[in-house]
């Protein structure tokens, strides 16, 4: 029997997970339309390669990963684009994002697949290549692209840990997934240990979850180093730091990575996602989503990325009552604006409320300082002074008293005995912070260039005068001397200087320039010429005449 | 007697010395507050303050001769951080100086001639083109300070407001009701 360590705090909220985890996953009709966001991970948003009104086959990239960290988005069946613009997404602002509408023409037809009957002598880059292009990404919540952690790291990853605790109550996509694809989950484990050169995979699943833990022991059994580890069900046990410690005993600090102690943490979907994406092509255009709540039949369903979460809803049978939809946990999900909005790779769970079930927030009681919330805190902070200082809007002091490990799990609003919304606090003092870092950052760029545009400018002007002082000298050089007093006089701006420059530059040229036809001439030119002039000087005089006998008024 | 005079004095020269050599050695160009007060200021370098710019506004302020009041851009919050910075008191601000929204330039590439005035007034080089080509400035480096408005002959410059976006959004300050006290 392995020994497993404890973390500080932890709540048992009630579990709720009997009334989905009871029948099999469930494949989601196909929706009237997907509506497929091209961001739908963290950092740069997926480039659009198709247009509206083409036709799309299952699979086929709609968006291109574009960017370091970026994933690709691809259609979730075949069918028609029908519109690529601003629509809501499962985000709790309700604010548009750029998203490709697709009508299914119901026949599901695959795009040509790549698979890989032996992905062992495939070099790693292109597999993690193979990894983005197939969308794949964090499924337990943060929508990281996998790719991008799966490589061999500065320290040398030790262990794998796949995190199959699903510690929120209510949610059972991964328990369900691990009950029937137990098999398929060790072969992307197996896949993303030799990516990590890691040497063991340990698996850790809630003792609340006995089929999981079984099919998934059963299947460890097959590989060797692979482990599935039934620890405690206690929340939030499926944190990664806090499963990590629960497993391996490391204690991952604020501000380190845990893969800087050798331990990188997957979610159970992902590794299942990987595995289709490298063994078959398949790139990621499902998800499990447990259905639950305040519907007749609670259930987990294969849903297509896009299916309109009121149309998956509807497929449980929604009750009357619903006063909302929480998409995740009752702990650490988010109330959605709109149910129009479509599945995405971040949807594990979509809760329909009542009443009944989350009753309204009772009324809310000043802070007794009872630290209760730092009691049962999992990342040892002290909620109830980060409370304080994120309601003073101190959001510097918040920062010292390390905001930034918080979790945002809940456990502290959860023991509240006044009913204080801290998780809501902590995250308008975390969006705060980071939109001033953002402000602070743009700033700072704003004053870089700035500054180089001054000094270019300053160079610039060096440089004109530099040369205009190098053309004088040359003219003055090669001339006579005629203009040496108008130089004298400063040009007073850069306009009259350069008036002056081509000025001097005409009369140095008038002056090396000699008219050669004035100079010996022969006696017949300059008859000649005295003829001209005697014509002019008589052309002069009629004029001087004529304007003398009308003068102009 | 004359000789812990003599000590006292041998102490006094080489702390004189290394006082000295230090003042010399470790000499500070340049007012360092003025560094401190730019790094404060948002950077938007559009002269809203009466100054050409945030570094000298930033110099101004060091100096004494300005008030701390007089950056837009800044908002409320520029003025507390700058009288948090320099010990003084908040200071609203006064008559007609209201910040905006943030907005970035936007030209219309229809319109627009290819003058190259408004390149030349972007105090942060955020505008590209060329004599007679198209111009376009580069949203990302735009700090919304609209010197490229007024110098526009064909008026093909608008300032657009930053919309919201769900990367740029925040998490709302909680508000809800407080219990209603009982009567006791």
């Not at chain 1, 030790?158 to 510690?167: D, H, K, Q, S």
């Not at chain 1, 482990?227 to 929340?235: G, N, Q």
């Not at chain 1, 009324?363 to 200082?389: G, H, M, N, S």
């Not at chain 1, 003092?429 to 950052?441: N, P």
Request: hydrophobic fraction near 40%.
């Amino acid at each position: 029997m392995r020994k497993l360590y404890t973390f500080h705090g932890g709540v048992h909220p009630d579990t709720c997970k009997a009334q989905s985890n009871g029948r099999p996953i469930a494949k989601a009709k196909l929706p009237s339309k997907l509506v497929i966001p091209l961001r739908q991970h963290v950092g740069h948003g997926a480039r659009v390669v198709v247009e509206v009104g083409e036709h799309v086959k299952k699979g086929q990239i709609i968006g291109q990963a574009e960017g370091h960290v970026s994933s690709s988005v691809h259609a979730s069946t075949s069918g028609t684009i029908a519109a690529i613009d601003m629509q809501p997404v499962a985000h709790p602002s309700g604010l548009p994002e750029l998203c490709v509408t697709l009508i299914p023409d119901g026949l599901d037809e695959w795009v040509t697949l790549e698979p890989l009957e032996d992905w062992r002598g495939i070099p790693h880059s292109d597999l993690r290549h193979r990894l983005r292009n197939a969308g794949v990404v964090g499924l337990g919540g943060a929508v990281f692209p996998s790719d991008m952690k799966l490589y061999a790291h500065k320290h040398k990853i030790r262990t794998l840990v796949l995190n199959g605790a699903e510690c929120e109550p209510y949610i059972t996509c991964d328990d369900l997934l691990m009950r029937e694809r137990a098999e398929e989950i060790l072969m992307g484990a197996e896949l993303m240990r030799e990516l990590l050169h890691a040497d063991e995979v340990l698996i850790g699943i809630e003792d609340n979850k006995p089929e999981a833990i079984a099919a998934m022991q059963n299947a460890a059994s097959k590989h060797s180093s692979m482990e599935a580890i039934a620890v405690p069900t206690i929340y939030p046990g499926g944190g990664a730091k806090q499963l990590i410690r629960v497993l391996t005993g490391i204690e991952v600090a604020a501000g380190v990575r845990s893969t800087d102690l050798g331990v990188q943490c997957f979610n159970v979907g992902t590794a299942y996602s990987a595995w289709r994406a490298i063994r078959f092509g398949e790139p990621l255009i499902s998800r499990i989503v447990t259905v639950t709540g305040n519907v007749a039949s609670p259930q987990n369903f294969e849903a297509l990325i896009g299916t309109p979460i009121a149309e998956l809803i509807a497929e449980a049978g929604q009750l009357p009552g619903t006063t909302g939809i929480i998409m995740g946990g009752p702990m650490m999900g988010v109330l959605l604006p709109s149910d129009k909005a479509g599945v995405i790779k971040a949807t594990n769970c979509l809760i329909a409320a009542s009443d009944a079930l989350f009753p309204p927030p009772k009324p809310v009681l000043p802070c007794i300082r009872c630290t209760r919330c730092a009691e049962v805190c999992p990342a040892e902070l002290q909620p109830q002074d980060l409370y304080w200082f994120a309601r003073a809007k101190n959001l510097a002091k918040a920062e010292d008293y390390h905001l930034f490990d918080c979790i945002e799990c809940g456990a502290c609003s959860y023991v509240c005995p006044s009913n204080i919304p801290l998780v809501q606090y902590y995250r308008f003092a975390k969006s705060e912070i980071w939109a001033q870092q953002a402000g602070q950052k743009a700033a700072d760029a704003a004053r870089e260039r700035h500054e180089f545009r001054e000094s270019r400018l300053e160079r610039e002007k060096r440089e004109k005068a530099e040369k205009l002082a190098a053309k004088e000298k040359a003219a003055a050089k090669g001339a006579s001397p005629p203009v040496t007093d108008k130089q004298n006089a400063e040009p007073v701006d850069e306009m009259q200087r350069k008036i002056q420059a081509a000025i001097d530059q005409a009369k140095a040229q008038a002056a090396t320039v000699k008219p050669r036809n004035t100079e010996q001439l022969t006696p017949q030119q300059m008859a000649e010429i005295a003829e001209i002039e005697a014509r002019r000087a008589r052309i002069r005089e009629i004029a001087q005449a004529s304007t003398d006998a009308q003068p102009r008024e | 007697m004359f000789s812990a005079l003599l000590a006292m004095g041998a102490i006094a020269i080489t702390l004189g010395a290394v006082l000295g050599f230090a003042a010399i050695r470790f000499r500070v160009e340049g007012n360092p507050l003025v560094d401190k007060i730019d790094a404060v200021l948002p950077q938007t370098q559009c002269g809203q303050c009466g100054y050409p710019g945030c570094k000298p506004y930033a110099t101004a302020i060091a100096e004494g001769t300005a008030d701390i009041n007089l950056c837009p851009p800044g908002g409320e919050e520029g003025i507390h951080k700058l009288a948090d910075l320099l010990g003084t008191e908040f200071k609203p601000f006064g008559g007609s100086t209201v910040p905006k929204p943030k907005s970035v330039a936007l030209i219309d590439e229809s319109t627009c001639i290819g003058c190259t005035l408004c390149i030349q007034a972007c105090p942060v080089d955020a505008i590209v083109g060329a004599a007679k080509q198209m111009h376009t400035v580069i949203a990302a480096e735009c700090t919304g300070c609209e010197l490229c408005v007024p110098p526009c002959p064909v008026d093909c410059i608008s300032m657009v407001p930053i919309m919201e976006t769900t990367s740029n959004w925040k998490w709302k300050y909680p508000v809800y009701a407080m219990t209603p006290s009982t009567p006791s």
